[in-house]
């Protein structure tokens, strides 16, 4: 009999589909519940620019009918422009999902090795697979550090090597929250070969305030391998739209235009991202905003006897020092989403979206009153 997993690539039959979180529509009607408190996908609850939902809604959408712009020729300027560099240097993707692993797809053929951290981004491990190449996961620094389970950048820089194609970094990272500083990154990409492409993905760097996380496209003169991603899925609010975009060298993008869907980006999506980059005074207010709301959050957190990591983002990772798996689940039931950890190998973890003021007061008094029941 043939298995038809048999029948797939040899990188995918060791694959496992990404873990998307609950979709929470789904789960309120399966449970049954007026709402939902959603602190589970690190969205922006304060939302996107008005001037983004003020062009939405004033279109009629009979240009439906068209293919948009394949080559999204006033997106890539808009992005250009605000970060000063050429257009031909801007990837566009169906978020920065898409980019990261167009870029795997791309530039990594089977037995290639690709290095990333452990308890780094999800999507960095199954790219690597996908694409047939080989992970090499690096062992994270210890959580008792300064920088608790994030990136190592000595073993990092110890797994670079002849095979090395790809290395994949987060930073901040998702879910740990940790970062590097500017100096740690430049002697890192310093190290890395020039035969290897170097990712650093960018998905929370609107939301950073600490002044020695480095902002990578500064680095990308001296480094022609290196690329940056970005999305205008977090602190933009327009995780629904699904557009990412990669800065790189123009010879690097000109390769990825080879494999990158001819429209992968639609045109509505093109539109509200377009709107939403020149908006720079919403940005500034959502990262402000969130900077305040985390360090509630988190106060709140440890206040409950908690260990929080530091994190740059727009979430928490809180660790329970007991499976925390029946204290998400505890939490859903009660209406409140937030991630169970265990495929990051923490399962004693939970990783909390920074919500709203109102949404952080609820929450902390659901999980009080979860964590009393759960004790008595
Ligand atoms: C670190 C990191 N990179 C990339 C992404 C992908 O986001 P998107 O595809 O919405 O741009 C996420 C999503 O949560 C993330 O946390």
């Not at 093109?270 to 305040?292: K, L, P, T």
Request: hydrophobic share 45%.
């Amino acid at each position: 009999m043939i298995r038809i997993e048999d029948l797939a690539a040899p990188g995918v039959q060791k694959l496992t589909a990404y873990d998307p979180g609950y979709d929470p529509e789904t789960i309120r009607q399966m449970l049954g519940l007026p709402r939902m408190l959603e602190l589970g996908s690190n969205e922006n609850g304060y939302g996107a620019s008005p001037a983004v939902t003020e062009l939405l809604r004033s279109r009629d959408f009979s240009d439906a009918i068209r293919y948009p712009d394949a080559g999204a020729r006033k997106l890539r300027q808009a992005i250009a422009a605000r970060w000063q560099v050429d257009p031909s240097a801007i990837t566009l993707g169906n978020g920065s999902h898409e980019l990261l692993v167009l870029i795997a797809e791309t530039f990594v053929a089977p037995g290639d090795e690709v290095v990333f951290a452990q308890h780094g981004f999800a999507v960095f491990k199954l790219a690597a697979i996908a694409s047939g190449g080989k992970p090499v996961e690096v062992p994270a620094l210890p959580r008792s550090g300064p920088q608790p389970l994030g990136a190592d950048p000595v073993a990092m820089t110890a797994a670079l090597g002849p095979g090395t194609k790809l290395v994949y970094l987060a930073n901040p990272n998702n879910p740990t929250g940790t970062w590097w500083d500017r100096a740690t990154l430049a002697q890192f990409l310093a190290q890395v070969p020039r035969h290897a492409v170097v990712v650093i993905d960018e998905a929370y760097r609107e939301y950073v305030d600490e002044a020695e996380v480095p902002d990578a496209l500064s680095l990308q003169a001296l480094h022609p391998n290196l690329v940056v991603t970005r999305t205008f899925s977090k602190a933009h609010g327009l995780a629904a739209m699904r557009v990412g975009y990669a800065i790189s060298n123009p010879d690097l993008a000109a390769v990825l235009e080879r494999t990158r869907l001819t429209f992968n980006v639609n045109l509505y999506a093109q539109a509200a991202a377009a709107a939403a980059i020149v908006d720079v005074a919403h940005v500034e207010d959502v990262r402000r905003s969130n900077a305040a709301e985390r360090a509630a959050l988190s106060a709140g957190l440890q206040a409950l006897g908690l260990f929080v990591f530091p994190s740059q983002g727009n979430f928490v990772l809180v660790d329970f020092e007991r499976p925390a798996k029946v204290i998400e689940e505890a939490l859903l039931k009660r209406g409140a989403i937030v991630r169970p950890m265990g495929g990051y190998g923490l399962p004693t973890c939970l990783r909390i979206t920074v919500g709203l003021a109102q949404e952080n007061t609820e929450f902390l008094s659901l999980l009080a009153r979860v964590l009393q029941e759960d004790l008595a």
